[in-house]
């Protein structure tokens, strides 16, 4: 059986030659490196960063997982990517040395292999009204606005006719329930903040990840995902693994024929960062003045 794991690690890797490396070859290395992406195997789900590089040819990469993968699949992936860059900058008679891993539990908190939050989404009670708003499946939107009001009355909507959900947030839960009257949706409130027993709460990506594609996407048919607080997450997950992150959920709700709701704050973000996290994701227009959704 494959051990599976989720947690970043730092690589030493020592590249040799029959001459010293130059100046512009370790920079061609580290550019190969940095960012480096492949579509084969695991590698769409392992981010890679340059931490440091030594003129003796040593250099520390940063593999950040961002789902689970097995040791093999971690192993082959480091093969394949010295492989290819190694033949990109023209350094193929070159060989290499891993010296060192390290990995860095810590960064994830508990690890989600060894703590997974599970969750059921029940459908909440139906209004005998027709729908305010109609999105088409399989789409995920974006939503300009500083409050989370809009996206949080188009989420309430569709849960009371018919759908399940799941909304990840920076408002506090019980604030959502009161105002939206959704008794039975899991709300998870993005904090560290010390919470009481009954409160879902978590920032991690794996565990946000996993808990949407197994508990969402692999139990219902028809279900819609809240998301804010993105740049909570980019501060406190890095901008990378958060634009991962969301690829991944556009594919998943693109497969699942789900619903994605992002709100967006523009002016939290530089014009790169926003251009970059909503580029796969439609911009919803608001034709009409929102109505508040009251059960």
Not at 20 to 42: H, I, Q
Not at 228 to 233: H, Q, V
Not at 272 to 292: G, K, M, Q, S, W
């Amino acid at each position: 059986m494959s051990v599976i794991i989720s947690s970043p690690m730092d690589v030493t890797l020592a590249i040799e030659g029959k001459h010293p490396l130059t100046r512009e070859e370790l920079l061609s290395l580290v550019n190969g490196f940095d960012g480096y992406e492949s579509r084969e195997g695991a590698d769409e789900r392992i981010v890679v960063d340059v931490k440091s590089v030594h003129e003796s040819g040593t250099l520390v990469l940063h593999l950040y997982p961002q789902y689970k993968v097995s040791y093999a699949e971690i192993d082959q992936f480091i093969t394949r990517m010295i492989s290819e860059i190694l033949k990109g900058c023209g350094l193929d008679e070159c060989s290499h040395r891993i010296i060192e891993i390290t990995w860095h539990i810590e960064e994830l908190g508990v690890p989600s292999e060894l703590a997974p939050i599970h969750v059921d989404a029940p459908l909440e009670e139906e209004t005998p009204t027709e729908p305010a708003f109609t999105l088409e499946l399989g789409r995920a939107y974006y939503i300009e606005e500083r409050r989370n009001e809009l996206g949080l009355n188009i989420f309430a909507d569709h849960l009371h006719h018919g759908f399940h959900g799941l909304a990840i947030t920076r408002i506090y839960p019980e604030h959502i329930r009161e105002e939206f009257n959704l008794q039975k949706t899991p709300l998870v409130w993005l904090t560290h903040t010390e919470h009481s027993d009954d409160i879902l709460a978590t920032d991690n990506l794996h565990m946000l990840s996993d808990m949407i594609r197994t508990d969402i996407f692999g139990k219902y048919e028809q279900s819609i995902i809240l998301l804010s607080g993105l740049e909570y997450l980019s501060t406190h997950a890095g901008s990378r693994p958060v634009l991962k992150f969301l690829q991944y959920l556009v594919d998943q709700v693109a497969l699942h024929k789900a619903l994605l709701i992002i709100s967006l704050n523009p002016s939290a973000f530089n014009d790169l960062e926003f251009n970059l996290l909503t580029r796969d994701l439609i911009r919803y227009e608001e034709l009409a003045p929102a109505p508040t959704i009251r059960v």
